[in-house]
């Protein structure tokens, strides 16, 4: 099955910019989608298709995917970001809905 | 308003049945994919299965974990999708969700319940 690598933990401090990869085999190949989620919550779509932004979304938010890894970037990072950020995609062999093992991102 | 308010978690014993419960309102129900996805305490997202929508042929599709043991079902009538879990282990705790699948064509956005917590113990 299709497996999609994040890192475990990002940190940045407020007003920078976080970067957050998600690695696959040829993963450019795919639409990605990220999800926050803070904790007690439901994930929240933050990106569809690469690099659209659901209505609600701040611009700060924005992805790129090419080669074998894509990337959530937030600017102007703020407080309120801090959240566990996923990566998903749909399994162009299987078509099931495959997530990353989430990122914590931890501003400083 | 869209709304997703899963049902029917709780407490069950390892080999034991759980069916939950997914009321939705606030968009067209029966032009949607539905998901459930489950998070495990502490860890990640896991997909479990989805459901097609009648138009599409209503068909299911699980993830490892859950095939052969769990069963989805719709009805389009009551706007109510059903997740029905056999032979359930203690691995299957966790917070169950059931979402849309986006469909920007038929306008059918990225939707999430609250969840419900299942915990298999003994």
């Known amino acids: 099955s299709y497996v999609l690598t994040q890192p475990p933990s990002v940190s940045v401090a407020p007003g920078q910019t976080a970067r957050i990869s998600c690695g696959g085999n040829?993963?450019?190949?795919?639409?990605v989608n990220w999800y926050q989620q803070r904790p007690g919550q439901a994930p929240l779509l933050v990106i569809y298709?690469?690099?659209d932004r659901p209505s609600g979304i701040p611009e700060r938010f924005s992805g790129s995917n090419s080669g074998n890894t894509a990337t959530l970037t937030i600017s102007r990072v703020e407080a309120g970001d801090e959240a566990d950020y996923y990566c998903?995609?749909?399994?162009?062999?299987?078509?099931?809905?495959?997530f990353g093992g989430g990122t914590k991102l931890t501003v400083l | 308003e869209v709304q997703l308010v899963e049902s029917g978690g709780g407490l069950v014993k390892p080999g034991g049945s759980l069916r939950l419960s997914c009321a939705a309102s606030?968009?067209?129900?029966?032009?949607?994919?539905m998901s459930w996805v489950r998070q495990a305490p502490g860890k990640g997202l896991e997909w479990i299965g989805r459901?097609?929508?009648?138009?599409?042929?209503?068909?299911?599709d699980f993830a490892a974990p859950g095939k052969g043991r769990f069963t989805i079902s719709r009805d389009d009538s009551k706007n109510t999708l059903d997740l029905y879990m056999n032979s359930l282990k203690t691995e299957d705790t966790a917070v169950y969700f059931c979402?849309?699948?986006?469909?920007?064509?038929?306008?059918?956005?990225?939707?999430w319940g609250q969840g419900t917590l299942v915990t298999v113990s003994s």
């Open positions: 979402s849309t699948e986006l469909d920007l064509e038929l306008g059918i956005g990225d939707y």
């Open positions: 606030g968009f067209t129900f029966a032009n949607a994919w």
């Open positions: 459901i097609k929508s009648e138009t599409d042929g209503g068909t299911t």
């Open positions: 040829n993963i450019g190949d795919v639409n």
């Open positions: 298709y690469d690099n």
């Open positions: 998903q995609v749909s399994d162009s062999n299987t078509d099931h809905r495959v």
